[in-house]
């Protein structure tokens, strides 16, 4: 009898692995080429990962203004840092640091337009729309095959954007929980975060949504569509 299984393809090469002292603590960094573009990402992973079974996770989108150069505008530095700590705290778990995110997608140049217009009274969605560029444009099929890889298969994702748990879904990965990563609030990210709560769905609570959450885990087939 002839059977054939379809393999997702493989987007991702392991080119090499270190070990990698950091201001957190004892890492260890693999660097992960995409075979689609050769864009060269990273992740970081503590502890053994062992089963795979329950590991905290952090997917996180390259942002060099606020991860490297201490933007106020956004909270993605702080939520690296937070990130990090928590691994770090836990003895065990991954980092993902996903380049060509910049932006929501956007890239740099385009994400420092939006800043502009920002500035003149669009928030964060309304500045790329005027830009003409879509509002978020990451994939995370990558990310997933690079946890995959690295031998996670069911984690907590450090996370407050709901998009998170269907793009990492798949791949052989299922989400188990989610650890919000909340930065403190201030006059320069208020607008912005205040957005991402109202029209892109982020949850800021410190709680966890177990409704909403559900949904999102199992959803059904009317909200899978919407
Ligand atoms: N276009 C655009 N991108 C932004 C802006 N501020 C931050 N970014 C980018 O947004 C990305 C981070 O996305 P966020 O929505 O903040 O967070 P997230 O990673 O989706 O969700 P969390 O897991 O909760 O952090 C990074 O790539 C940043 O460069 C902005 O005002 N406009
Ligand atoms: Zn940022």
New binding site residues.
């Given amino acids: 009898k002839f059977r054939y299984r379809r393999k997702r393809e493989k987007l991702v090469e392991l080119i090499a692995v270190s070990r990698l002292p950091t201001k957190w603590g004892l890492f260890r960094a693999y660097c992960y080429q995409s075979k689609l573009d050769g864009t060269e990402h990273i992740a970081v992973t503590k502890g053994d990962i062992g089963d795979g079974e329950d590991v905290l996770v952090r997917?996180?989108?390259?942002?060099l203004?606020?991860d490297i150069l201490g933007s106020a505008?956004?909270?993605?530095g702080e939520?690296l840092d937070l990130a990090m700590q928590l691994i770090e705290k836990a003895g065990r778990g991954v980092l993902v640091y996903l380049r060509g995110?910049?932006?929501?997608g956007?890239g740099l140049g385009?994400?420092l337009r939006?800043?502009n217009l920002?500035d003149q009274g669009s928030d964060?969605v309304e500045?790329?729309v005027e830009l003409g560029l879509a509002i978020?444009s990451?994939e995370y099929g990558i990310g997933a095959q690079i946890l995959r890889d690295i031998g996670v298969r069911t984690m907590r994702l450090?996370?407050?954007?709901p998009?998170?748990f269907v793009g990492l879904k798949g791949y052989g990965l299922a989400v188990v929980g989610r650890v919000p990563?909340i930065s403190p609030i201030t006059k320069e990210n208020q607008k912005?975060l205040e957005t991402?709560r109202t029209k892109?769905g982020?949850l800021y609570g410190s709680d966890l949504p177990g409704g909403l959450l559900k949904e999102f885990l199992n959803p059904t087939e009317d909200n899978a569509t919407n």
């Fill in positions: 997917v996180h989108s390259e942002c203004t606020g505008r956004c909270d993605c939520q995110h910049e932006g929501r956007i385009q994400k939006a800043y920002q964060t500045a790329n978020d990451r450090m996370t407050n954007n998009a998170k990563v912005y991402k892109m982020h």
